[in-house]
């Protein structure tokens, strides 16, 4: 029986076909710089130990969550429906997983569980708003940025250019599980799932970034490149 990476590999070739090599390369980089640094081995970990440091019945939740206006403006704007053929592309679960994410990679960087101070700084510090606007290039930007209505509603108004382009999003999410995980268990798919969604909140930022209605090839490229810059910076200096 072939190795995940055998597999991996197999469909990389496959993929191939279908979109740029040069796009193909640098994910496969970005992918290997992760896996070789250790750094998704410590995000899983961090994903699997996880202790809520801010849950519901606390009594900090309302006046932490008021601190990120992208949750306040995207909880109020996104579609949240049990029937996913009734939803939009991009929804409520789409997002909602982008800041605890976000709290999962800062956890990793200061090697430690977070308190409920860490998630309102982090709230706090336009991180979110940052990434979502100028995606790779966050750690660079000095720009300020405002979430507003509008912004969701034109991603709530976001299609697939095309079957092909949906098809390579999924088949770059088995590529990443192949080369990524070398044991599959619980931890492992739950993780996958909630990141295959955060790709998809993300490549819809980079269309509406660049001014489209439709999610195309790139977009979906640009969205792993700057999950991956993520995951690889010590998000504790931005904070």
Known sequence: ???????????????????????????????????DSNC?????????????????????????????QLLVVGVAN???????????????????????????VYSMNLGRQLVPNDVRCLFASGLAERILFALEDFDTTNDTFKVTPEFFKKLTKLKWENRKTKKIYNELEKIFSLFTFEH??????????????????????????????????EDVFRAYKTLFKIIGTDISKLI
């Open 1 to 35: 029986m072939p190795s995940h990476s055998e597999m991996g590999f197999y469909g990389l070739k496959k993929l191939r076909n279908k979109c740029s090599s040069d796009l193909l390369d640098e994910f496969m980089d970005d992918l290997h710089f992760l896996i």
């Open 78 to 104: 996104l579609k949240n429906v049990f029937f996913k053929f009734l939803s939009d592309l991009i929804d409520y679960d789409t997002f909602i997983f982008f800041l605890p994410f976000l709290e999962w």
């Open 40 to 68: 998704y081995i410590n995000l899983l970990n961090v994903y699997s130990n996880w202790e809520e440091p801010v849950p519901l019945d606390s009594e900090f939740t309302h006046d932490i969550a008021l601190e990120s």
């Open 184 to 217: 599959w268990g619980t931890n492992e798919n739950l993780y996958k799932v909630k990141q295959q969604w955060i790709v998809l909140f993300l490549a819809g930022c980079s269309a509406i970034k660049e001014n489209r209605q439709k999610i195309i090839i």
